[in-house]
Structures are given as structure tokens and as C-alpha cells.
Nanobody
Framework: QVQLVESGGGVVQAGGSLRLSCAASGGTLSRYNMGWFRQAPGKEREFAAAIRWINGRTYYADSVKGRFTISRDDAKNTVFLQLNSLKPEDTAVYYC??????????????????WGQGTQVTVSS
């Protein structure tokens, strides 16, 4: 069973950048579709970005497209989320999640089998 640990969150001013990491143990991330989700206070958890394991195709929510970039380093068994041009509305706990399905629906939270504990991102105005 794969275990996921996020890191890299913090407090940043609007317009700043952060790089989140999701390190895996107990499994090889290169065989998983990987997603990043976020949950702001009082709101439901929502999809942010994903990468498909079989061909590296990436997916983004409209709210982050052009500002966030998902990538993976299979040698380090780690997935990254680069956050640029951050806005106060990006403030949330960010979670990475792993999916093993062949027919992958990136935005479907329930289809992701393994989740990390989350890392807090706070963007001040």
C-alpha cells in the first residue's frame, strides 16, 4: 500500500510562488495516476491538477491553468506541484492522491485510492 507525504506548503504573499512535493513510499509512483486537490476553509475539496502515469498527460482546473504545473520525478518517487502567481483564493490545504484506474477521471476524488495528510498553503494579500 502506497503512503504519500506532502511538503512545501507555507505562507506567501500574493504573486509569489511555492513548490509542493508529494513523496511516496511502499509503491512506485510511476505506476499511478497522481492528482493534487485542495480544500479551503468551509469549502469542499476540489481538483487542482493531475498527471496520467501511462503517457504523462496533465490536467488542470480552470482556476489554476497557466499558473500551476504538475510534474513527476520517477527516480525520486515524487510528484511536484509548482504554484506561481499565487492569489489569496489559492489559500487551502493541498493534498496529493494516487489512482490506479485504467480509465482515469482526474477530477473524481472518490476514484483516488491513496491520500496524503495535506500541506497548508496560505496566500496573503
Amino acid at each position: 500500500q502506497v503512503q504519500l507525504v506532502e511538503s512545501g506548503g507555507g505562507v506567501v504573499q500574493a504573486g509569489g510562488s511555492l513548490r509542493l512535493s508529494c513523496a511516496a513510499s511502499g509503491g512506485t509512483l510511476s505506476r499511478y495516476n497522481m492528482g493534487w486537490f485542495r480544500q479551503a476553509p468551509g469549502k469542499e475539496r476540489e481538483f487542482a491538477a493531475a498527471i496520467r502515469w501511462i503517457n504523462g498527460r496533465t490536467y488542470y482546473a480552470d482556476s489554476v491553468k497557466g499558473r500551476f504545473t504538475i510534474s513527476r520525478d520517477d527516480a525520486k518517487n515524487t510528484v511536484f506541484l509548482q504554484l506561481n502567481s499565487l492569489k489569496p483564493e489559492d489559500t487551502a490545504v493541498y493534498y496529493c492522491a494516487a489512482n490506479t484506474a485504467i480509465y482515469y477521471v482526474p477530477a473524481d476524488l472518490k476514484s483516488h485510492d491513496y491520500w496524503g495528510q495535506g500541506t497548508q498553503v496560505t496566500v496573503s494579500s
